[in-house]
Structure formats: C-alpha cells, structure tokens
C-alpha cells in the first residue's frame, strides 16, 4: 500500500476512540497497528463501503468460479444483508431504500395488507363443473380443500389478478431483485428496456407478457430466486434457454408454468397435499419450481426446440395436474442433491454456441394458446 495514498480522517478514529495516525509519518510497524486499530473502530455497516475494502474485494479481471456452491451463495446474500442493517438498533433500513431487495416473504406481506377486494370480486376459486364431469369428480376426484384454507387460495388467485405497477415501489423491488439474482448484477435496471428481454421476456415492458398470471407470475420467480438451492436451478434452466438450438424464453416460460399452477389450484388437484400440509401458497410455490425443473429436464434430454412450446406445456400440465405429489417428491430429491453439491440438471452439456435470438423473435405458443380439449373447465382465474 502506498504511505502517502491513504490517512484516516478523525472523526473516524474518533469514533473508534483511537489518536488520528498519519500513515506517511510513522515505521512500517506503528503504521500497520494504526491501520488494524483504525479498522476496529469503523461499524460493520461502513466497513462493507471502505474505500480499501473495496479495492481488496474487487473482481479481478472479471473472474467468476466455475462451480458456486450453496454455501458461497448463502454467504454472499448475508454479506449482501450487511448495510441493511442499523447498528445501534439492528433493525431493517426503510424498505425505500433504493436497490434494496425485497424477500417473497416481504412482497407477500404486502399483498396481505393492502385491500384487494375490487380484484377478489374477478376470481372463480374453483372449476364450474356440470353433468357426468360434476359426478365423475364427485365420485373419483380429490377431495376438497379445508375450509380453513380457502381464504389462502383466494389470496393466492386474487394476486394472479393484480396487474404489474411500475409506480408501486414494491413492484419495482421485486422486478429489480429478479434481475439481480438472475444476472449476478450488483446495480439496478429500468422497469423498461431490452435487459427484460434477455431474460426472456418478450417485449421491453414485463407487465405486457403477465396475462393470465398476473403479479403471481412475478412472485413465483421472486420465490424461484430468493432461496439459494432454487436460485441455482434457476440459474442453470436460464443457462439452458439461451442454448443456440434449444433456446426459448426463460420469463415467458415461467409465466406459463405459473398458469399451469392456477390451473391445477383451481381444479382442486393440489388440495390433498394442501390439506396434509395445512398450507396453500407453500404447495403452489413448491408445485410451481417442480414443475418448472421437469420441463427443463424434458426440453434438455428430449431436445425439444421453441416450436415444440405448446405441445409440451400441455402434457406436461396434464402429467402435472395427475401426478402432483410425485412431482414435488421429484423437487424434494433434487433440492437434498443441490445441497449436496451432486444435482445438476445441464449435466456436462455445454449451452455455448451462437447468441440466442431476443425472445420477441421467437415464436412462442404458451399452453393459452392451444385449443383445449379438456372438459374440465376453462382457463379463467
């Protein structure tokens, strides 16, 4: 380090209640202990935006590690948490804070707290069934959901109802904290702009790809993120859409596999394991990321392209919808292998090769865009 480049001002070593120590004026070995006695006295909180910390911690040359484990991920999101966090009380900064992220827990709470009732009054919690449809599922189908779960799966579809708003600073958190742990960016992006299409998006405005899904779209990818075993698997399914022949929209996808999840909530096939657990937006969320990893795991072992994206989404609704509960058993082993270091769902396969094209050129069917032959009902929400 250079003698002359750095002193400490004195408020600083005020604060620590050590004298101000000019690093030019004193041995090699005063001017070190200054330095460590100057560093004790900075609070956490300051020491993350330390001018030398900084310099020591800087990326070199760009460098990633080849494998990120669960652990470097964890402990990146508590480093992360540092300046978020008041010294003298430990509690949370405001959440305004700009470029603060925001939990599922937390996006949660606020759809818990802010009236909703005009969105309510759209919502058709269960499938309209009539003639030997209603019999066939009063006779063979699952059972219903506890009364005292009905009122979760109403918030859970009342969301699907609620639009993006970019002058709601909650959903600009949200939108910002999936660009972040999708990317590994460190900055924030506008609501706008094309970066939403590199993530598979189909135009430069997130809210115009929701139909159907609404803000439930973007809180399953804010759930999908926000845990570090899910985020890897995210990581590695985003990987996979950009593969230059297997490549399809990452984000446009999910909305997609969000539906899937409506649907089913709606048809009553996630009720039995609603019941057993006494929760409803932790099975979805849960039905939700499993089915999204065995799509990825058809789409990369059956080397479907974009052009399959209907006929895919459709069986694999279907397949869903049957069989939830070893859908999620599926999720469960693959989350223990994560932790493990020894899941991975690209395998050796290498996605690198010509650039993607940008979603909007790629012509997607979503599972709304296939006539349904089924008689169970219609896709409203």
Same mark, same amino acid.
């Given at each position: 380090?250079?003698?002359?480049?750095?002193?400490?001002?004195?408020?600083?070593?005020?604060?620590?209640?050590?004298?101000?120590?000019?690093?030019?004026?004193?041995?090699?070995?005063?001017?070190?202990?200054?330095?460590?006695?100057?560093?004790?006295?900075?609070?956490?909180?300051?020491?993350?935006?330390?001018?030398?910390?900084?310099?020591?911690?800087?990326?070199?040359?760009?460098?990633?590690?080849?494998?990120?484990?669960?652990?470097?991920?964890?402990?990146?999101?508590?480093?992360?948490?540092?300046?978020?966090?008041?010294?003298?009380?430990?509690?949370?900064?405001?959440?305004?804070?700009?470029?603060?992220?925001?939990?599922?827990?937390?996006?949660?709470?606020?759809?818990?707290?802010? &009236? %909703?009732?005009?969105?309510?009054?759209?919502?058709?919690?269960?499938? @309209?069934?009539? !003639?030997?449809? $209603? *019999?066939? +599922?009063?006779?063979?189908?699952?059972?219903?959901?506890?009364?005292?779960?009905?009122?979760?799966?109403?918030?859970?579809?009342?969301?699907?109802?609620?639009?993006?708003?970019?002058?709601?600073?909650?959903?600009?958190?949200?939108?910002?904290?999936?660009?972040?742990?999708?990317?590994?960016?460190?900055?924030?992006?506008?609501?706008?702009?094309?970066?939403?299409? &590199? %993530?598979?998006?189909?135009?430069?405005?997130?809210?115009?790809?929701? @139909?159907?899904? !609404?803000?439930? $779209? *973007?809180? +399953?990818?804010?759930?999908?993120?926000?845990?570090?075993?899910?985020?890897?698997?995210?990581?590695?399914?985003?990987?996979?859409?950009?593969?230059?022949?297997?490549?399809?929209?990452?984000?446009?996808?999910?909305?997609?596999?969000?539906?899937?999840?409506?649907?089913?909530?709606?048809?009553?096939?996630?009720?039995?394991?609603?019941?057993?657990?006494?929760?409803?937006?932790?099975?979805?969320?849960?039905?939700?990321?499993?089915?999204?990893? @065995?799509?990825?795991?058809?789409?990369?072992?059956? +080397?479907?392209?974009?052009?399959?994206?209907?006929?895919?989404?459709?069986?694999?609704?279907?397949?869903?919808?049957?069989?939830?509960?070893?859908?999620?058993?599926?999720?469960?082993?693959?989350?223990?292998?994560?932790?493990?270091?020894?899941?991975?769902?690209?395998?050796?396969?290498?996605?690198?090769?010509?650039?993607?094209?940008?979603?909007?050129?790629?012509?997607?069917?979503?599972?709304?865009?296939?006539?349904?032959?089924?008689?169970?009902?219609?896709?409203?929400?």
């Amino acid at each position: 380090m250079n003698e002359n480049s750095h002193s400490f001002n004195e408020k600083e070593l005020r604060d620590g209640q050590v004298e101000s120590v000019s690093a030019g004026s004193s041995a090699p070995c005063d001017k070190d202990s200054s330095a460590l006695l100057a560093f004790r006295g900075i609070s956490i909180s300051e020491l993350k935006n330390h001018s030398v910390l900084q310099a020591l911690t800087a990326e070199a040359n760009g460098w990633e590690p080849g494998v990120v484990s669960t652990e470097v991920l964890q402990a990146q999101e508590e480093w992360e948490a540092v300046d978020s966090i008041h010294p003298e009380t430990g509690s949370r900064a405001s959440v305004d804070q700009p470029g603060q992220l925001i939990s599922f827990s937390e996006a949660l709470q606020h759809f818990q707290t802010v &009236d %909703l009732s005009s969105f309510k009054k759209r919502i058709q919690p269960t499938i @309209r069934r009539t !003639g030997l449809a $209603a *019999l066939r +599922h009063y006779l063979f189908g699952p059972p219903k959901l506890h009364q005292g779960l009905r009122e979760e799966r109403d918030l859970v579809l009342t969301i699907a109802q609620c639009g993006l708003d970019s002058q709601d600073p909650m959903h600009g958190r949200v939108l910002q904290t999936i660009y972040k742990k999708l990317t590994g960016s460190k900055f924030d992006c506008a609501l706008h702009g094309d970066h939403w299409e &590199d %993530l598979g998006f189909q135009g430069t405005n997130p809210a115009t790809d929701l @139909r159907g899904a !609404g803000f439930l $779209a *973007l809180l +399953h990818l804010l759930y999908l993120v926000m845990d570090s075993k899910t985020l890897l698997m995210a990581r590695e399914i985003l990987r996979l859409s950009r593969h230059h022949i297997q490549q399809f929209p990452f984000c446009l996808m999910s909305v997609n596999i969000t539906r899937i999840a409506i649907q089913a909530l709606r048809e009553e096939c996630l009720s039995r394991e609603c019941n057993r657990q006494q929760k409803v937006i932790p099975v979805v969320n849960s039905f939700y990321a499993a089915t999204f990893l @065995r799509l990825a795991h058809v789409w990369r072992t059956q +080397h479907k392209t974009i052009s399959d994206s209907g006929f895919v989404l459709k069986d694999l609704e279907m397949s869903a919808k049957k069989s939830p509960r070893r859908l999620l058993k599926t999720l469960e082993i693959y989350l223990a292998g994560v932790s493990k270091g020894q899941a991975s769902l690209l395998g050796t396969q290498k996605c690198s090769g010509p650039q993607a094209p940008h979603s909007k050129d790629l012509t997607f069917i979503g599972v709304c865009d296939l006539p349904s032959h089924s008689s169970e009902g219609t896709w409203l929400i």
